[in-house]
């Protein structure tokens, strides 16, 4: 199943589509969540339980429903950045011989795992919205880890597409 999914993805068309989705998506997010400023991204890598409070009550009733109101869009989010991500790993990986090796497939599915981890963020913060008294240290600490590995996994994927396309263009 990966392995076809590998190979589909392996193409400059579907890699430009997923993009373009996943450029539109962030943009209407981002206009939802502007009035909001920068605290969206603070509220989901805080480890601690009265920053998040803190940013809740600073946003008062109308703020959190702005959040609130992003999740229609953010429950849909992680698949597209996990296929665009993945396209671009199969793009850069695919001419390598002996393509796709274990470790190719492993990279692939990086993205999948920070969707899934995002998604999971999602669910504690939508909790944490309707059930404040589940906005404790440890539920926190643990949505935070959640998030933070989304974004640690993000970050190693591109990082080494980028590794993979200079390797590839300095063989050229």
């Excluded at 603070?42 to 429903?65: K, N, P, V, Y």
């Amino acid at each position: 199943m990966w392995l076809d999914g590998y190979k589909r993805l392996a193409s400059w068309k579907l890699v430009a589509l997923a993009g373009v989705i996943y450029v539109i998506f962030q943009g209407a997010m981002a206009v939802i969540l502007s009035p909001l400023g920068g605290d969206p991204l603070i509220l989901q890598t805080t480890f601690s339980a009265q920053t998040f409070q803190a940013i809740l009550d600073r946003w008062g009733e109308g703020g959190q429903l702005v959040y609130q109101r992003h999740y229609c869009l953010d429950f849909i989010h992680p698949f597209i950045y996990s296929i665009f991500l993945s396209g671009l790993v199969a793009l850069a990986t695919h001419r390598i011989p002996g393509a796709p090796k274990r470790s190719h497939m492993v990279f692939f599915s990086l993205p999948y795992a920070a969707g899934t981890c995002d998604i999971v963020e999602n669910f504690f913060h939508l909790g944490f919205l309707s059930h404040p008294g589940f906005i404790t240290p440890k539920w926190v600490a643990v949505s935070a880890s959640f998030a933070n590995t989304k974004w640690a996994l993000v970050a190693v994927t591109l990082a080494g597409v980028m590794v993979y396309a200079v390797g590839r263009a300095l063989r050229r």
